[in-house]
């Protein structure tokens, strides 16, 4: 029961300029030396699933050098309907997209992204358990845009009404509109909040699934912080129409809105204590994929598109022994794999039916068959 990436073609990804491959539904572990192309190639990849890279939000220093367009085409396996089909974008230097679905011209990057579910974890996404609150909404907001056929449309309305109130709160000549913009943030609060609370609890539950990652850190708890204060319910809207009013002089103060689900975030303690104040490097980053993997479990529950979690340099900040751990934890899961190294891995790592590539200068073959 499940959809997974067979074949990725990619021309004009930063040093990589002609790569066709073909992929195992189980695991694919790409080594190469500092340089050669194993970030570039997730990139392709994160391109196609999501129209963006992970590392610049700037298309153009993805887009190789000397070239104008970059073109990533990949080949979905429907082991249900034993079919396949094809999917693909194509970015400009200028930002201009094209984007095609079985030969059909497609306008949204959320529908390309609703074929692919891909979770990227690589070493900048340290940041994700004790960085900015960005990256933890953003895991609840891919569970539920996955997860909720509604959320994107309300999430895009919010933003709107947001920005709008965000104007009035900062420029006095659009104060008169303030009152209606409240309301419209108001109103709504309950449905985000929603969304963001079954997206917690489903990404709890499948913490579960990956706990032997952080068991020795201590007791992890992960809770939804609702961008209120807690004695605050979102989905009481007379509620909220107190509580804005009553907070009105310290918004125009500060010319924003400081209340809402654009304030939420994900609250993550070891043995009741923040985890930025109690955890290492490494077990922050244990934590971080622990997080990014149960994201990745909890669609699947909804789901027959069972998802791909591509690893960036995997053996970064990991010791061996923790290599070993994320290596058990990822033969549970029934994820497409795709990771990079620089040495070869564990064969831990390795199911019969893996697939190894080398990559050099921007060219990638399979080492076995
Ligand atoms: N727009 C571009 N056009 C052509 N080449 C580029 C472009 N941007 C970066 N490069 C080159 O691509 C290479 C970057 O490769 P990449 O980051 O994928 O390597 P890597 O295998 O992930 O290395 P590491 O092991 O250090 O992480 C560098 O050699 C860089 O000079
Ligand atoms: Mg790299």
Not at 18 to 23: F, G
């Amino acid at each position: 029961m499940s959809v997974w990436l067979q074949q990725i073609s990619i021309q004009h990804c930063r040093l990589i300029q002609q790569v066709e491959l073909s992929l195992s539904p189980t695991v694919n572990f790409l080594t190469g030396a500092n340089g050669s192309g194993k970030s570039s190639f997730l990139e392709a990849l994160s391109v196609l699933a999501r129209g963006r890279s992970f590392r610049t939000p700037r298309i153009s220093e993805v887009i190789s050098q000397q070239a104008g367009t970059m073109t990533i085409t990949g080949k979905l396996f429907n082991e249900d309907l034993d079919s396949s089909y094809r999917l693909g974008i194509a970015k400009q230097r200028n930002g201009q997209t094209r984007i095609r679905i079985n030969h059909a011209d497609v306008t949204q990057q959320a529908e390309l992204s609703s074929h692919l579910p891909l979770t990227l974890i690589h070493p900048d996404g340290l940041d994700l358990v004790a960085g900015s609150p960005v990256y933890r909404r953003s895991v609840l907001d891919w569970l539920a845009f996955y997860r909720e056929v509604e959320f994107q449309l309300a999430w895009k309305n919010y933003q709107r009404i947001l920005k709008q109130r965000n104007a009035c709160l900062r420029d006095p000549k659009q104060r008169y509109a303030l009152n209606d913009w409240t309301q419209q943030l108001i109103q709504a609060q309950p449905k985000l909040y929603q969304f963001r609370l079954n997206a917690t609890r489903a990404l709890v539950a499948a913490l579960d699934s990956v706990s032997l990652l952080y068991q020795a850190i201590g007791q992890v708890q992960v809770n939804l912080h609702k961008g209120f204060p807690v004695a605050i319910d979102p989905s009481n809207v007379q509620a909220l129409s107190e509580f804005y009013h009553e907070r009105q002089d310290q918004e125009l103060r500060y010319g924003m809105s400081l209340y809402g689900a654009h304030r939420g975030d994900l609250l993550i303690t070891i043995d009741g204590e923040p985890v930025a104040r109690r955890a290492s490097r490494g077990q922050l980053k244990l934590l971080g994929i622990a997080l990014l993997l149960a994201q990745s479990e909890a669609i699947s529950t909804t789901d027959t598109k069972r998802g791909i979690v591509a690893i960036d340099d995997l053996a970064a900040e990991l010791d061996v022994d923790n290599q070993y751990l994320l290596a058990q934890v990822l033969q549970k899961t029934q994820k497409q794999l795709i990771i990079t190294g620089t040495r070869q891995p564990l064969p831990e790592f390795l199911p019969s039916d893996a697939h190894l590539f080398h990559v050099e200068q921007g060219r990638i073959h399979l080492l076995n068959t």
